[in-house]
């Protein structure tokens, strides 16, 4: 099952395509739903049969379309909305939590998440996403008037999904529906968790682990955080994980999971020796980002585009600075 349905997804991401719903393996649907205007094209729910009911991981993008394909989903595994026991949710991001107060509200499933992506604790620890956002801004130089559109551009974002109260609390090791195991794999978001379904050989990684491209760091809003080496850390976990197949939150499986999540990882430290040499030429993290080789050259990238690379910047510097490798003296914001 796993060739086909990396060679039919990957064809429709390819092709900037949502592909259809299908089950992946016994006792698991892949539902994929659309990511209007997004470069990721579609974002990928999960259903899950475990000894304790049906289990959702991840829940879409609060939009009609998206609810539709959740609806679709659903029917194609010959569920109901009331049959879904719980939705967990790899981290808090509006893209994977967006449709689950509206499955909770229509159908009962219980919400779970890990107690750092919670946004009660997280507003009590680090303050909401936009104070956080302002805040890794200030901390990486970016000047006035690059800094109000970018926070501009966000507001519809930090609109969108903080207000979600969870039912349940997930940490490392706990097992959802007695099957799945949880795996607290931060480095993307504080509190993102992977989860383990031993039986199938399945992994589940949300955003931590995609089939291409750069995992975006979180936001190094407070002195301690440190993304990037927390990311390399759960990278090189999943590397040593037995699985027979990774089902990421976008893009297509991974059928090969531990050396795609070491290619990531070489490509991890070579952003961070990149960043070191644009460091020596360059004081904050907002002037290294400018320095740095993104997917569009920096001239021609919009104020989103910029908003994810100084964050990006940020979070290697701060990993860099944290191994002794850049001077002290270089802004990240640690004092
Ligand atoms: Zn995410
Ligand atoms: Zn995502």
């Not at 991840?58 to 879904?84: I, T």
């Not at 990531?264 to 990149?274: F, G, I, P, S, W």
């Amino acid at each position: 099952m796993s060739i086909p349905l990396i060679t039919e997804q990957s064809a429709a991401f390819a092709r900037g395509s949502v592909p259809p719903a299908r089950q992946v393996a016994d006792g698991v649907w892949s539902i994929p739903v659309p990511l209007t205007g997004s470069p990721l094209v579609s974002m990928f729910m999960y259903l899950v049969e475990t000894p304790g009911g049906l289990v959702l991981v991840d829940a879409g993008f609060d939009a009609e379309d998206a609810w539709q394909a959740l609806l679709a989903g659903l029917r194609a595994a010959g569920a109901a909305p009331s049959e879904v026991a719980a939705t967990v949710l790899t981290h808090n991001h509006p893209d994977h939590i967006g449709l689950a107060d509206r499955l909770r509200a229509e159908g009962g499933a219980a919400v779970a998440i890990h107690p750092l992506d919670c946004f009660a604790t997280q507003r009590a620890v680090r303050g909401g996403f936009l104070d956080q956002l302002e805040r890794t801004l200030l901390r990486a130089g970016v000047p006035d008037a690059d800094r109000a559109p970018m926070l501009r551009s966000a507001r519809r974002l930090a609109a969108h999904s903080e207000s979600l109260v969870p039912d349940l609390l997930l940490t490392e090791g706990d097992a959802v529906g007695g099957t799945l195991q949880v795996l607290h794999t931060p480095g993307h978001t504080y509190g993102h968790i992977s989860l383990r379904d031993h039986r199938r050989g399945l992994l589940f990684t949300g955003d931590l682990l995609m089939p291409t491209g750069e995992p975006q760091l979180a936001p190094a809003s407070l002195p301690a955080d440190d993304p990037g080496a927390d990311l390399a850390a759960s990278l090189d976990r999943i590397a040593g994980l037995r699985a027979d197949l990774v089902l990421p939150g976008h893009q297509y499986p991974i059928a090969d999971h531990a050396r795609r999540a070491r290619a990531v990882l070489t490509a991890h430290r070579a952003r961070l020796a990149e960043v070191t040499g644009a460091a020596a030429r360059a004081g904050t993290a907002w002037e290294i980002a400018a320095l740095l080789s993104w997917p569009r050259p920096w001239p021609d990238m919009g104020t989103t585009a910029k908003r994810f690379a100084v964050v990006q910047t940020l979070g290697l510097l701060r990993a860099l600075q944290r191994g002794g490798v850049v001077p002290a003296s270089t802004q990240t914001g640690s004092s």
